[in-house]
């Protein structure tokens, strides 16, 4: 069944879980996200970003997940991962995804905050839920100054008034992930996200969380992020999966023979971080 992320999230915030946040470009990767939610009775968060959507069609992208979710028996949503434009967010309201994300997180926190609230005002007068974006991701390496992070990561204080002012029903901080494939161990600031948890008592989102281990994930949830984004893990799990037929047969040129493997590759990573964020049996 389709519903709001909100719906999904404050369960999650309440009961003290995770739940996964996938990004799809196409309908494979659609699919064995939504057999993943299915076998681990998982609610489950499909996202797009604005790179799919150019992809592969809004349209294509909003049809195939109300047919996913009309036929599924768990609780799905439809998020707009990273949206950055007016015209992209109304676009996905229009189309029917039940949550949309503004990425304001580059302007100054008064110009986020402004361009954050105009959404939320539009989002919730259709019944759409709302994330947005505080502190910077991406590139965060091991030999980054205390200065530096500080300045990229989520002020605790602007996060309070951050949410005050715009209303916005879940909330991506920054706390030392970056999106993509980590070259070193990403270090996690613990004790920023449990003083941001405790002041906020919201649902709080991680971003980039593929390739990071599996205690940190854990300690992250328990800590209260409650959605999860993966995208880089079932890249690399659906290449690897059409790699390995194209290595091992050659001769192979039928597209489904190619991508079956991949789909269960990426079904087994997908169930897997559903087990880890611990929303499996939570639908
Ligand atoms: N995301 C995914 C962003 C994908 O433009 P694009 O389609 O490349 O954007 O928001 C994540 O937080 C995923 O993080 P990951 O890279 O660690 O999986
Ligand atoms: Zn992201």
Redesign the pocket.
Known sequence: MLVTGKQILDKAHKEGYAVGAF?INNMEILQAIIEAAEEEKAPVIIQT????IKYAGIDYLSTMVHLAARKASVPVALHL??GTTYSTIISCIRNGYTSVMIDGSHHPLDENIAVTKEIVKIAHACGVSVEAELGRLGGVEDNISVDEKDAMFTDPDEAVRFVKETGVDYLAIAIGTA??KYRGEPKLDFERLDTIKKLLNMPIVL?????VPEDAIKKAVSLGINKI?????IRVAFTEGVRSVIINKPEEYDPRKLCAPAKENMKKVVKEKMRLFGCSGKA
Do not use: C, K, Q
């Open positions: 990004n970003s604005e790179g799919a991962d990273h999106h993509g971003h980039g969380a593929s390739g984004n993966i995208d880089t893990d």
